[in-house]
Each structure stands twice: as C-alpha cells, then as structure tokens.
C-alpha cells in the first residue's frame, strides 16, 4: 500500500522562506504532487514532480528525490495569505491517478 | 457553470436515511472522484471513475455506492447513513489520460452530518 509522512504544522513569519517535507511509500511511482487548502475551502492543485529535481512555479517550488522516497513544497517571501493547509499526493497502486494523500501541514505565517 | 459544483452545501441526516449527494462537472473531464476529509486525516479516496459508464474502489468504499452515467455527473449515494459518515464531502476531476492526470480540480464539497 501506499502512506505518506509529512509534518502536522509549520509556523513562520511573513517574508520568511519555509520547506514542508514529505516522505512516501509506495508499491509503484507516478510521482509526487502537492495542493493547498485554505480553511473551509476546496484543495486546489500547486505542483507535480515526475522526476527527480526542482520545479519551480513563482514563489513555489517543489522537489523530488525519488532515490530516496522524498519531497519538498518549498515556500518564499511568505504572504498572510499563504497560510493555509499543503497535502502531498502520490498515485494509489496500480493506477497513475487515483491519488492517496498526506494528512497534511498546516502552516501558519505570522505578521 | 464553471468548474465544478456539488449539492447540497451541508446536510444534517438522521441514521439510517439514504442520501445521494451530487456532483457536476462542465471541463468534459474523463475521471472523477469522491473523497472524504476528517480532521487529522486528509483527503481518502472513496470511489473514482476513469470514463463515463465505469466506475472503482477507493480506499474506503465501504457504505457508499457511486454511478457514472454520462461524462458530466458523478453522484455518491449513501444507502443507510451512520455517524462514522459524517465528514466533509469533496468530489473532483482531472482532465488527460495516463500519468498526466494527476492535477485534480475540485469542488466546493459538501459538509454531511449524520445524527
């Protein structure tokens, strides 16, 4: 089966740089996706990683190690509004899309 | 419309009682999903449908039951409601075939709690 580990919360000022890690097992790999929630709020997508190294999209990047069975969601110059909750995602076994998700952090920026 | 939409926005249901809740793409998507979230939990895989007319197994399809008759609805049905159930509902889509699926759009969901 498939389990993914990443930290419950995170807590940094506005303007700071933060990384959410996220490491997984899996029987087969797709790669390794990223979304974010705002409270009371839909999961929206952020990022995929398919292979190995730095994808960067604005102020996000993500990572992927797939030697070592991890990734990254790389957050800078943090706004209030970034707050929020970051799911990484693998596919399920035996299927490229059918995602199994992490509990998910909670990052909270502060002023 | 635009995206996708989901109904009701929140339901109070007594045990026992059968609920279908709804969901409707516009995007022409192939696949779509049903996903639960409970706090402390994330986001868990009730049912999929990779094409209109088939439809899967999650990782916890137990008391749910889902039909895909054409490309644009996707509705869940729970046949006899338990407390256990009561959570938030999120259904999505993605759009392209094989490993390039993996960006899933979802809905607003549905906040179902069963008393």
């Known amino acids: 089966g498939q389990s993914l580990e990443q930290p419950s919360e995170v807590t940094a000022v506005e303007g700071a740089i933060v990384q959410i890690n996220c490491t997984y097992q899996t029987s087969g790999f797709y790669g390794l996706s990223w979304y974010q929630q705002h409270d009371g709020g839909a999961p929206t997508f952020l990022s995929y990683n398919g292979l190995d190294g730095l994808e960067e999209t604005g102020r996000f990047s993500s990572f992927l190690s797939r030697s070592d069975s991890y990734g990254y969601l790389l957050l800078q110059e943090l706004q209030m509004k970034d707050s929020a909750s970051y799911f990484c995602?693998?596919?399920?076994?035996?299927?490229?899309?059918?995602?199994?998700f992490g509990s998910g952090t909670q990052l909270t920026v502060l002023p | 419309i635009a995206g996708i939409t989901q109904a009701p926005t929140s339901q109070i249901l007594a045990a026992g009682r059968r609920m279908t809740l709804r969901c409707t793409q516009d995007m022409r998507h192939n696949a779509m999903y049903w996903y639960r979230q409970d706090l402390g939990l994330g986001l868990r895989l009730i049912h999929y449908?990779?094409?209109?007319?088939?439809?899967g197994k999650g990782e916890v399809p137990d008391g749910y039951s889902v039909s895909r008759a054409n490309t644009d609805d996707f509705p869940l049905t729970l046949a006899s409601a338990v407390p256990s159930q009561t959570s938030v509902y999120f259904c999505?889509?993605?759009?392209?075939?094989?490993?390039?699926?993996?960006?899933?759009?979802f809905g607003p969901g549905t906040r179902l709690t069963v008393l």
């Open positions: 999505a889509s993605s759009p392209k075939q094989g490993t390039e699926g993996l960006e899933q759009f």
């Open positions: 995602a693998v596919p399920l076994s035996g299927s490229a899309r059918q995602l199994t």
């Open positions: 449908s990779n094409t209109a007319g088939t439809t």
